[in-house]
């Protein structure tokens, strides 16, 4: 294929950028709805850097493919996730992820 | 008899499995739902299973007869299965079926199993009718007569081994049969453990046979045997014995000197232990007089007709193997003659039935490996079989005796003891009478059977010897074998003995006739749980039992009476065939049936065993001193218990205490071994008690838990349960991990070549690296304006004793550098076996694999 026009350090540095963001978003809030948003943010960069590196070795497809398995295992963690903090907000009537430290120990 | 060669072929005799697993239905059916069939369905069952292999076992022994014509051995064999194979390290194979074979030699101990055992099955459901037990004990009984079947028709070790440790396991369920009495369940344990040393002897034997011969089944041994002779180092056991060199001198050399046996000897002395645990002989009989401890029948079955003379029938078996060694067959005899007098010699001063019982068949025993060890292997099988008629009818009539005692007391101890009884034979005349016969044999009356196979015993051990083997022995190994031969005395050594235990047995059993059966009855006086007050005057009870008795006080209570027909029928075919199968082989009136029937079986053996010459003509000579050791034997107790009225046993416990009560004590046997061998054992155990409780327990256990524990408590401060606190390390594991990678690093792995000066470095690869080197050491990079490379590997060569230093700089894709320096040396050419000398800086390390073979990126445009 012809790279013309193509550079992928363009896209590892979108997905460093989309990656920081989503962990700094992790570390600072204690919403759990937006620590969870966070979450996807790391996983779509991590998609993002395996479809450009994929671009660039064409002989297979295998990041593309990773990059399907990755966003069906979000759905799944979503799915999952989303429950846990619903079964959370009923215990204590709120989304605060300080909250939750009684599984410690 | 046509019928049954056509339906059964020699090669595929499936009669045989009949015979075996018909008992094994019994004990299954019996065990499994003998409580809700009832003791009427239980004992149908178990008698018709015993009576239908007795049938099949008669019908067996008579093709055999058939079959076997001349010189030739007829052996019926039934294949089962495959059971293993072993492949041998010389890439052969030892194949081992489930096989059963039967010929002259186990055809007739078949016979003797079953139809005793049939006989003594009988008995136990008129003894054993009212215990709660009853179907457990038919059930054992049948379980041991399937094992008794496995161990004597198996056609190769490993199988008869099978029913080897199945004899053992019944008579230890036997023995221990009234286990609420601690003192029961410890004489099977006893006889269990016993057996266990004597079983340890028997795999070994195993063991070597399979290695030298090739084979554990009959006929493979037997093809294999010659390997036998091949000499085999014993000592010493490493190179040599280290703390011999602390004495030194001819001490050292002496002791250090190799000794050779022939295998034939190992494999003889192992199989040895093995019999002699399970035939009770010196030093392993200490089980048998305690295992009389189960019920009656059991003793008679199983501890004196049976089991208990397997030993005997697995040195007959293997009598090919074991007259390749001399010393082995000496060890034997020698074993043998002793035990016969030991035995007899502790029964003189025994006051239960049993017990005396026991220890004489332990002298029996004693006298059947006599005659193994000398080669008279079919006058030691001969005594086999009449032993196991006149033992087993001595011991069912001692339980008929028994069985009457308890009218009167209803105490084990007092009911089996000698003191207690005498003029049974006004109350029990066919006990007696049958009583009589098995006396009579056993004492060696002329013309029963104990009469003729002892007399045989007795004349072949004196006349025959074992050949050292003609082929003996050169030695590969460039040691000389000591070879054993026979020295002439042993013969009339083992004759003295064994005529001087003939006297002991006649002695010892009239004593035992006249104290149960004649005089007056002494159990009238006896009060429940009635015991003698010291052991020490046991004696004078024979005589003066009846003076405290006033005969005009008239007697209260039941009286001993005759035993039910099923007790009395057993005891009537047994006293017959104690009293009349001697003419079975009687060589004195030149009857030789016996003989002629199990030659072809010991046919290879008895190459091997020669006669001394001129013999012949003591054959009366000899006849005359077993007459004269009956006679005088019988006299004796004769004289001291009836004329005398005990008075002179009396006088001689009161001359010796102490000799007469170390008798009684069994001469301490088991004292010795409580004291030294279960001694050892125990401080042993205490020993690993120890280690358990302050080693594993404490120290590996308690210590580990507890180093786990706290540094559990110091971790558990970083737990702190916030999601953030985890997710911050996690990026800073991240970030640790990325900057491992940003960072190049300059190593490379070393092939040094000291011979020929050669030496190569390979530089670790990584993703974008670009290498560049300086080879010679100028201070330079080598290359283009000392730009950075592709290369990754270099080579050099250096002169002897050169030095040399060489730098590798390693560049990644993000620009950074790491450089290195490696120092090579080639030493002097090598004396000592030195290798290569490298001076790396820190030791070279091998880069992971993964990370060389990633793809390297294309040039970027």
Same mark, same amino acid.
């Given at each position: ?105 | ?26 004990a ?12 009427? !369905? ?39 299965? *495959? ?7 010389? =890439? ?25 055992g049939?006989?003594i099955?009988?008995?136990s459901?008129?003894y054993m009718?009212?215990d709660?037990g009853f179907?457990r004990f038919l059930t054992y009984l049948n379980l041991f007569i399937?094992s008794m ?15 080897w440790e199945g004899v053992g396991l019944c008579s230890y369920l036997l023995i221990g049969f009234w286990f609420e009495d601690d003192k029961n369940a410890a004489a099977g344990k006893k006889a269990f453990v016993t057996n266990r040393i004597g079983d ?77 645990g399970k035939s009770a002989?010196?030093?392993l009989y200490v089980w048998l007089p305690d295992a009389m401890a189960g019920p009656t029948p059991v003793s008679a079955l199983i501890h004196a007709a049976t089991m208990v003379t397997a ?35 502790? !029964?003189?001063?025994?006051?239960d039935i049993k017990k005396?019982l026991a220890y004489?068949t332990v002298?029996?025993l =004693?006298?059947?490996?006599? =005659? ?19 033992k087993a009818?001595?011991f069912l009539?001692a339980g008929?005796?028994i ?9 084990t101890d !007092?009911?089996q ?38 007399? *045989? ?78 052991? *020490? ?86 006849? =005359? ?41 069994k001469?301490?046997?088991d004292?010795?071994?409580? *004291? ?69 690093? !300059? ?115």
């Amino acid at each position: 294929m012809s790279s013309l026009g193509y550079f992928v350090e363009q896209y590892v540095l979108l997905a460093g950028a989309l990656f920081t963001l989503g962990s700094i978003g992790f570390l600072v809030r204690r919403n759990v709805l937006v620590q969870l948003m966070s979450i996807e943010l790391m996983l779509n960069a991590v998609n993002l850097m395996l479809v450009a590196f994929n671009r660039q070795y064409m002989a297979d497809q295998n990041g593309q493919v990773f990059a399907f398995f990755i966003i069906a295992v979000a759905a799944a963690e979503v799915a999952v996730g989303l429950a846990i903090v619903l079964a959370f907000y009923r215990l204590k009537s709120s989304v605060q992820s300080d909250e939750a430290d009684q599984l410690r120990h | 008899m046509q019928a049954i060669e056509a339906l059964f072929p020699a090669q595929n005799y499936t009669l045989l499995a009949f015979i075996v697993l018909l008992p094994l239905l019994g004990a299954a059916v019996n065990g499994i739902f003998g409580k809700r069939l009832g003791k009427e !369905a239980v004992s149908l069952l178990a008698l018709s299973v015993m009576f239908v292999s007795f049938a099949l076992a008669v019908i067996t022994f008579l093709a055999l007869g058939h079959a076997q014509e001349g010189e030739e051995a007829a052996r019926f064999v039934w294949k089962g299965w *495959e059971w293993f194979r072993l492949t041998r390290s010389d =890439g052969g194979t030892v194949m081992l079926d489930v096989a059963f074979s039967v010929d002259a030699l186990n055809g007739t101990m078949a016979l003797v199993v079953t139809g005793v055992g049939f006989l003594i099955h009988l008995y136990s459901v008129s003894y054993m009718a009212e215990d709660p037990g009853f179907h457990r004990f038919l059930t054992y009984l049948n379980l041991f007569i399937f094992s008794m079947l496995v161990l004597i028709l198996g056609d190769s070790l490993p199988v008869l081994f099978v029913g080897w440790e199945g004899v053992g396991l019944c008579s230890y369920l036997l023995i221990g049969f009234w286990f609420e009495d601690d003192k029961n369940a410890a004489a099977g344990k006893k006889a269990f453990v016993t057996n266990r040393i004597g079983d340890f002897g028997l795999l070994v034997a195993m063991g070597l046979l399979l290695y030298y011969t090739g084979g554990l089944d009959w006929s493979s041994i037997d093809n294999g045997s010659k390997n036998l002779l091949t000499s085999v180092q014993v000592w010493p056991l490493g190179t040599h014995v280290p703390a011999a060199s602390l004495i030194g001198g001819s001490f050292e050399h002496w002791i250090n000197m190799p000794r050779y046996v022939s295998a034939a000897t190992l494999v003889g002395l192992a199989l040895f232990l093995g019999c002699a645990g399970k035939s009770a002989q010196l030093p392993l009989y200490v089980w048998l007089p305690d295992a009389m401890a189960g019920p009656t029948p059991v003793s008679a079955l199983i501890h004196a007709a049976t089991m208990v003379t397997a030993g005997v029938y697995l040195l007959c078996r293997l009598s090919f193997v074991m007259v390749l060694s001399p010393a082995a067959m000496a060890v034997v005899a020698v074993t043998g003659a002793l035990t016969a007098m030991f035995a007899a010699s502790i !029964a003189f001063a025994q006051h239960d039935i049993k017990k005396v019982l026991a220890y004489s068949t332990v002298s029996q025993l =004693g006298y059947m490996f006599l =005659g193994v060890g000398v080669g008279a292997f079919s006058a030691g099988f001969f005594h086999v079989l009449t032993h196991a008629f006149f033992k087993a009818c001595m011991f069912l009539g001692a339980g008929s005796v028994i069985h009457a005692m308890h009218a009167r007391i209803h105490d084990t101890d !007092a009911s089996q003891d000698m003191r207690n009884m005498g003029g049974l034979r006004k109350y029990m005349p066919i006990t007696f009478w049958t009583f009589t016969a098995a006396w009579a044999a056993i004492v060696g009356f002329p013309l029963t059977s104990g009469f003729f196979s002892k007399d *045989e015993i007795l004349l072949k051990a004196y006349t025959s010897f074992i050949k050292v083997p003609a082929t003996s022995l050169s030695d590969g190994a460039g040691g000389s074998m000591e070879v054993f031969a026979w020295p002439s005395w042993l013969g009339t050594a083992l004759y003295a003995i064994g005529i001087l235990t003939a006297l002991m047995t006649a002695f010892y059993m009239t004593r035992l006739y006249i104290g149960t059966f004649f005089g007056e009855f002494k159990g009238w006086k006896i009060v429940k749980n009635f015991k003698e007050p010291t052991h *020490e005057h046991g004696h004078d009870d024979h005589g003066h039992g009846h003076a405290h008795h006033d005969p005009s006080v008239p007697l209260e209570g039941p009286t001993p009476h005759e035993s039910p027909w099923q007790m009395w029928v057993p005891l009537a075919v047994l006293g017959f065939l104690a009293a009349f199968a001697g003419w079975l082989n009687a060589p004195l009136f030149h009857i030789e049936t016996m003989h002629h029937w199990l030659e072809p079986v010991f046919a290879k053996a008895s190459a091997s065993v020669e006669l001394i010459e001129g013999a012949e003509h003591l054959e009366y000579v000899f006849l =005359g001193a077993a007459i004269a050791a009956f006679a005088g034997g019988s006299g004796i107790a004769y004289w001291i218990y009836v004329l005398q009225k005990g008075k002179p046993a009396q006088s001689f416990v009161e001359a010796m205490p102490g000799v007469h009560a170390l008798v009684f004590d069994k001469w301490r046997v088991d004292e010795l071994y409580e *004291e030294y061998v279960i001694g050892a054992v125990d401080s042993l155990a205490e020993f690993f008690a120890w280690a358990d409780k302050w080693i594993v327990d404490f120290l590996l256990a308690r210590v580990t838990a507890f180093l786990v524990s706290t540094s559990g408590t110091a971790l558990r401060f970083i737990q702190t349960g916030r999601v953030q606190t985890y997710a911050a390390v996690m990026v800073l594991g991240l970030g640790a991990v990325g900057w491992f990678f940003v960072t190049p690093r !300059a190593e490379a792995t070393l092939d040094s070549n000291d011979e020929s000066g050669v030496y190569s470095l390979t530089a670790a690869e990584g993703l974008g690296y670009s290498y560049r080197w300086d080879l010679n050491n100028d201070g330079k990079w080598d290359g283009d304006k000392g730009s950075f490379g592709s290369k990754t590997q270099q080579s050099l060569n250096l002169a002897v004793k050169e030095n040399r230093t060489v730098r590798l700089e390693v560049k990644n894709a993000f620009g950074r550098t790491a450089v290195r320096s490696f120092n090579f040396a080639r030493p002097a050419p090598d004396r000592s076996g030195f290798t290569s000398q490298l001076e790396a800086g820190p030791a070279p390390v091998r880069r992971a694999q993964d990370l060389r073979q990633l793809p390297k990126p294309q040039e970027m445009k």
